[in-house]
T-cell receptor, first 116, second 118 residues
Framework: NAGVTQTPKFRVLKTGQSMTLLCAQD?????MYWYRQDPGMGLRLIHY???????AKGEVPDGYNVSRLKKQNFLLGLESAAPSQTSVYFC???????????????FGPGTRLTVL | AQKITQTQPGMFVQEKEAVTLDCTYD???????LFWYKQPSSGEMIFLIY??????QNATEGRYSLNFQKARKSANLVISASQLGDSAMYFC???????????????FGKGTHLIIQP
């Protein structure tokens, strides 16, 4: 049981390049999330998904796209990377819980992305 | 306005002492959840404790307890008998509303860097 895994762990891009970050979870969770963490800041929500085939925007969605073609995978894409997207990216998942906000999110180890 | 405020950027505490990390929140929802996560220097996010807005008792998990004062909108984390391994960043976070079964993401504070000294 690996939990939440992220690929790659590190990446350096040049401005304008594109890339896809892959998140996979083996806990059969319905919900998946992408966050970014910048120095001196907490995590900020980029996009999230409430189930296979669905996605929704979070707090900071501009410059990113996502897809959830399979329940266990959630992809984050950068079509044209910018230096402002230099950050640590975390994927998370949580189970469905009817009628309450109380289920914790399980986080992946993070991807450190640098855009030059 | 910030939804989660952590006023202590950094704290130094002697080993074995109790630690209180402050967190205040802002929401107009009646239903919400409050979470604390630990982020050690290795970078992973570790869930510590959860408090629901309707929970009448303060949450406890081992050495962690949450001092929940709803009227003051505060959710302070208390670590009893601190250990060297407690040195890390600590984040308070909130999920508002039922949001279709709690689907919406968490809103995080900026964190407190806790250093335990021997």
């Amino acid at each position: 049981n690996a939990g939440v895994t992220q690929t790659p762990k590190f990446r350096v891009l040049k401005t304008g390049q594109s890339m896809t970050l892959l998140c996979a979870q083996d806990m059969n969770h319905e919900y998946m999330y992408w966050y970014r963490q910048d120095p001196g800041m907490g995590l900020r929500l980029i996009h999230y998904s409430v189930g296979e085939g669905t996605t929704a925007k979070g707090e900071v969605p501009d410059g990113y796209n996502v897809s959830r073609l399979k329940k266990q995978n959630f992809l984050l894409g950068l079509e044209s990377a910018a230096p402002s997207q230099t950050s640590v990216y975390f994927c998370a998942s949580s189970k469905y819980l009817a009628g309450g906000p109380g289920n914790e999110q399980f986080f992946g180890p993070g991807t450190r992305l640098t855009v030059l | 306005a910030q939804k989660i405020t952590q006023t202590q950027p950094g704290m130094f505490v002697q080993e074995k002492e109790a630690v209180t990390l402050d967190c205040t929140y802002d929401t107009s929802d009646q239903s919400y959840g409050l979470f604390w996560y630990k982020q050690p220097s290795s970078g992973e996010m570790i869930f510590l404790i959860y408090q629901g807005s309707y929970d009448e008792q303060n949450a406890t998990e081992g050495r962690y307890s949450l001092n929940f004062q709803k009227a003051r909108k505060s959710a302070n984390l208390v670590i009893s008998a601190s250990q060297l391994g407690d040195s890390a960043m600590y984040f308070c976070a909130m999920r508002e509303g039922y949001g279709g079964g709690g689907a919406d993401g968490l809103t995080f504070g900026k964190g407190t860097h806790l250093i335990i000294q021997p």
